[in-house]
């Protein structure tokens, strides 16, 4: 059985520090990629990040540019989302999700990210950013 469960959110104040983890079990983990995701009350769900061990690509979406790291310990099966200099727009439910194969997909020229195709999903934490 897939299981995948975050840990890590909790309240931290404007310019803090969080580190969500994914623990995953139940699939070989260098198969798949791992996403991170977000959802602010009243939004729509926003894919923020993605790694995939088996070939070493990343992403990361423009919103956490520079603030976000993505990594994984593919001993333990786990990957992290180290958030620093948090802002109050970061409030949200955080989600991990698995998708079989690649973080990032070539056109043959380029390369892009398709964050619809995840199957399997965390039960998410909460993250909550104060001013």
């Known amino acids: 059985e897939v299981q995948l469960v975050e840990s890590g959110g909790g309240l931290v104040q404007a310019g803090g520090s969080l580190r969500l983890s994914c623990a995953a079990s139940?699939?070989?983990?260098?198969?798949?990629?791992i996403g991170w995701f977000r959802q602010a009350p009243g939004k729509e769900r926003e894919g923020i990040s993605c790694?995939?061990?088996?070939?070493?690509?990343?992403y990361y979406a423009d919103s956490v540019k520079g603030r976000f790291t993505i990594s994984s310990d593919n001993a333990k099966n786990t990957v992290y989302l180290q958030m620093n200099n948090l802002k109050p727009e970061d409030t949200a439910v955080y989600y991990c999700?698995?998708?079989?194969?690649?973080?990032?997909?070539?056109?043959?020229?380029?390369?892009?990210?398709?964050?619809?195709?995840?199957?399997?999903w965390g039960q998410g934490t909460q993250v909550t950013v104060s001013s």
């Open positions: 999700a698995a998708d079989w194969g690649s973080c990032l997909w070539s056109t043959g020229t380029t390369y892009y990210v398709d964050f619809e195709g995840y199957d399997y």
């Open positions: 790694i995939s061990s088996g070939n070493g690509n990343l």
């Open positions: 139940g699939f070989t983990f260098d198969d798949y990629a």
